[in-house]
């Protein structure tokens, strides 16, 4: 079995989502967090993940050269227009005005929309971690599992 080195996975992972159409921008930030995930051991949504951020990219579900807007509506809330590119690239436009409103006001809440799967969690709020802060993330997800006793799907599987 062959081993890839962390800097292979960002190569590999960079090379294929360029050449699916997406710009250096998103490109960076999702094989980054790809990688990150693989040097932590959860392959599900590392490499294994890979696969359906091309298909998302080819079939036009995510834009590759989405440009995020980011809107600043109060001195703690920052709102992030995906423009329905990855989450990774509008967390990433909005990173400095969320650290800012939260060392400031004491709390500083960012809202993305209009994006995709964001991966692994962890990615973000390792980042303001690393920052000093203290952090939540929460994304949506479609149904995936039925409540207790039920039947249908209702819940997603995303803290």
């Known amino acids: ?8 996975i960002y190569t590999l992972c960079h090379d294929a989502i360029v050449s699916s ?7 960076a930030a999702v094989a980054q967090e790809i990688m990150d995930a693989e040097a932590e051991g ?9 696969h359906l951020y091309l298909k998302q990219l080819k079939s036009g579900k995510v834009l590759g050269h989405a440009v995020p807007v980011v809107t600043i509506r109060s001195e703690a809330v920052t709102l992030i227009d995906a423009g329905y590119g990855f989450c990774h690239t509008a967390y ?3 990173e400095v005005s969320l650290i800012a409103s939260a ?5 500083g809440l960012m809202s993305i929309y209009h994006s995709s799967s964001a991966g692994v969690l962890g990615w973000f709020v390792r980042r303001l971690a690393q920052q000093g802060l203290v952090s939540l993330m929460f994304a949506n997800s479609s149904r995936a599992v039925a409540a207790h006793g039920g ?3 209702f819940f997603g599987t995303n803290p």
Do not use: C, F, T, W
């Open 103 to 107: 060392r400031k006001q004491g709390v």
């Open 1 to 8: 079995m062959s081993v890839l080195s962390l800097d292979d």
């Open 151 to 153: 039947k249908v799907p």
């Open 42 to 50: 959860i392959r599900n949504v590392g490499l294994g993940y890979i």
């Open 21 to 27: 159409g997406a710009s250096e921008k998103q490109a």
């Open 92 to 94: 990433l436009a909005g």
